[in-house]
């Protein structure tokens, strides 16, 4: 009988260990509460053996197995009790977590809501960019024998917006270092090319006539010159509607394939750009920081992003950071750690220092795994 009911309370404390191993599926906890029911049933297995086996083998009246019935029964009934309140703490702590998971799963989407949100007003920013612009129609007027004998060109208003924008002010930007290191070949003083470059790019953002393009290493004087040639260069394309678009440059023919008034300034549609692009960047970083996503998703969510700018786009990212004007992308590892410029198309990128080159220290570090820095791949 005593064995009996030793394998019978076995039985009922290891039904409630594999319940909670149900329960709960995490080894930790099943080890403990295992630990806890296993020192509790040796306590029961040493007080019963001792005190009642003894008895219960020798009765002949069953009838006074009753007293010990009561006290197997007055053991159990305490550890049952306590191992009830194991599992209701337990059922909380679970409730707990499995809250928390929820509110955790709220904020994501919380933040996945803001996020695409964000990434769908760069797309109204890309697609609302315009230039207006012009370009010439030729019209021939033919005789009856169909022979030409006279032709007109007329102006027609031409406009380019959208992803286009960022092509033609590539051109723009290249062509406008061109006539400057054209322009410094003459001067009494040799600049270095990138305070060259850092000119052109400010006379790109601001425009030929702005303030703003002083630059401390530079004299005023050559700044003043530069800015009369350039407008003699914008004003000759002007009338010709585009037409005149190839100048004698330094050793080499300077392309200006564009079709709007070349060095006026873009600076209204850049600005809010960048501003923008820069805060979607900042703000899914941050969330990172905050523990709501890990870097691994950071990756994820800023690829989206940057799937949606085209190789053009991220040439002149590159350029306006390397320039100093978006030099803050930098210091959070926005466009390293994060591979805001991993489609940079690297054999586009002139007169500005190779971003292989630029950025060595960062690739030397690149752990296996970590994937390259740049599409076209990290070295030479």
């Not at 953002?205 to 700044?223: A, C, Q, R, T, Y």
């Not at 994820?300 to 992308?329: A, P």
Request: proline share 2%; glycine share 6%; hydrophobic share 40%.
């Amino acid at each position: 009988m005593a064995l009996v009911a030793i394998i019978f309370s076995a039985i009922i404390l290891l039904s409630i260990i594999l319940g909670w191993g149900l329960l709960f599926k995490t080894y930790s906890k099943l080890l403990i509460a295992a630990f806890i029911l296993l020192l509790s049933f040796l306590v029961l297995l040493f007080f019963t053996t001792i005190h009642s086996i003894d008895v219960l083998d020798n009765a002949k009246d069953y009838s006074k197995i009753g007293p010990y019935g009561d006290y197997i029964g007055g053991i159990l009934n305490p550890l049952i009790a306590v191992f009830a309140v194991f599992a209701t703490g337990f059922a909380f702590y679970a409730q707990y977590e499995a809250n928390k998971q929820v509110q955790d799963q709220f904020k994501i989407q919380q933040f996945e809501n803001q996020f695409f949100e964000m990434l769908r007003l760069h797309k109204e920013n890309v697609n609302e960019m315009k230039i207006t612009g012009y370009d010439s129609v030729i019209q021939e007027t033919l005789d009856n024998e169909k022979k030409v004998v006279q032709i007109v060109r007329s102006h027609n208003t031409k406009i380019i917006e959208g992803r286009k924008v960022f092509v033609s002010m590539v051109v723009e930007l290249i062509s406008c270092y061109e006539f400057l290191e054209e322009i410094n070949s003459t001067w009494n003083v040799r600049y270095d090319p990138i305070d060259l470059l850092k000119l052109s790019y400010r006379i790109f953002f601001f425009g030929s006539n702005s303030e703003l393009i002083i630059l401390e290493k530079i004299d005023v004087d050559f700044i003043d010159h530069v800015k009369i040639q350039l407008r003699k260069h914008r004003k000759k394309h002007r009338d010709s509607y585009s037409r005149k678009n190839v100048y004698q440059g330094l050793n080499k023919k300077i392309e200006l394939f564009i079709k709007y008034s070349p060095f006026t300034g873009h600076e209204n549609r850049l600005g809010h750009y960048y501003r923008h692009l820069y805060s979607t960047v900042k703000y899914v970083v941050n969330k990172e920081r905050e523990g709501l996503i890990d870097y691994k998703q950071s990756r994820g969510y800023l690829k989206i992003l940057r799937s949606q700018m085209s190789n053009d786009e991220q040439l002149m990212l590159y350029y306006n950071y390397i320039i100093g004007f978006g030099k803050d992308w930098e210091n959070e590892g926005y466009l390293t750690k994060y591979r805001m410029l991993h489609n940079l198309p690297i054999n586009k990128v002139k007169y500005a220092e190779n971003p292989r080159t630029h950025f060595q220290d960062f690739i030397n570090s690149i752990k296996p795994g970590e994937g390259h820095l740049f599409e076209w791949g990290d070295y030479n």
